[in-house]
């Protein structure tokens, strides 16, 4: 996806909580909003590849390489202890509820504005859960791609939201799974430590993109993604970052011919929705055949 001009506010909004976050004297701070600012005015990528130039930037000029750092344990920490809730919620018919729950979860972004992750969470994810409608035909051919699959790519998305997605991998043929968090850090996106964190890295192969991007960016991914990308007869894409850079990049001798893209995202912005024909904070399942 192209960014639209929406994308600019969006992205000064974003730095503005960033930097003011960030224990830097005022100075600096002006500087360093400066700078970002007109990373942003350059930008003609997709949201995503913004966020990459923008992370990169703080990193090298703060030496800040993490600054969502205590905001990713706090989040998987908060989802590791609704574990028990959460198992019990999906104990009928657990494939469909997981998937929901996973869904849900996508909330857990701090990329749009504040995650939600209050006193009330619990209630408010209980809540997305039972509201969530998976269309059959989704479901459907989930299911179907899943039996068939050889090998299961599963690209993540957001700290917290990864405790989500291990509950979803235990209903999948987990021998299958190769499961892709963020290289490096950018914004609560999940990386190697948050999944080892939680225990994912014990229950299933990890990897990473390689790569700092919030999305996928084929010309930065590391070779073993990229490997693991071409190998897979299914694969399963959270988050709504992955989903801007992924559902229209050309994907022809790239991925196996046939293979489907099953995304899970909540939409979050104006032009997601126009592009998908929702509205935001819509629940988004759309599959991308290859």
Not at 178 to 183: C, I, Y
């Given at each position: 996806m192209k960014p639209t001009y929406h994308c600019i506010p969006c992205h000064v909004n974003h730095i503005y909580r960033v930097v003011s976050g960030l224990t830097l004297d005022e100075h600096t701070k002006l500087r360093l909003m400066q700078e970002l600012t007109r990373i942003i005015a350059s930008n003609f990528s997709t949201p995503p590849d913004c966020a990459h130039e923008l992370y990169?930037?703080?990193s090298q000029l703060t030496g800040i390489d993490d600054p969502f750092t205590k905001v990713k344990k706090n989040s998987n920490a908060l989802m590791m202890s609704l574990l028990p809730q959460l198992r019990a919620e999906c104990g009928h018919n657990p494939l469909k509820q997981v998937l929901k729950l996973s869904l849900a979860a996508n909330m857990i972004d701090y990329g749009i504005g504040d995650s939600n992750c209050g006193e009330d969470f619990a209630v408010t994810l209980k809540t997305i859960i039972h509201d969530i409608c998976i269309p059959e035909e989704f479901y459907h051919k989930f299911i179907l791609a899943m039996e068939k699959a050889e090998s299961i790519l599963y690209?993540?998305?957001n700290a917290g939201e990864i405790v989500a997605d291990m509950l979803l991998v235990d209903c999948l043929p987990k021998e299958k799974i190769?499961?892709?968090?963020?290289?490096y850090p950018?914004?609560?996106d999940a990386t190697l430590q948050d999944a080892q964190d939680?225990?994912?890295t014990q229950k299933v192969k990890v990897i990473t993109t390689g790569d700092r991007t919030p999305g996928i960016n084929l010309t930065r991914c590391s070779k073993e993604f990229l490997l693991n990308l071409s190998q897979a007869d299914m694969i399963i894409v959270k988050g709504q970052g992955n989903f801007e850079t992924m559902i229209d990049v050309p994907l022809d001798g790239i991925v196996k011919t046939g293979v489907k893209l099953f995304f899970l995202f909540k939409v979050k912005c104006l032009p997601v929705a126009e592009f998908t024909y929702k509205k935001v904070g819509d629940n988004a399942f759309i599959i991308r055949e290859v």
């Open positions: 990169t930037a703080i690209i993540a998305d190769v499961f892709a968090v963020r290289g950018v914004i609560n939680i225990g994912l």
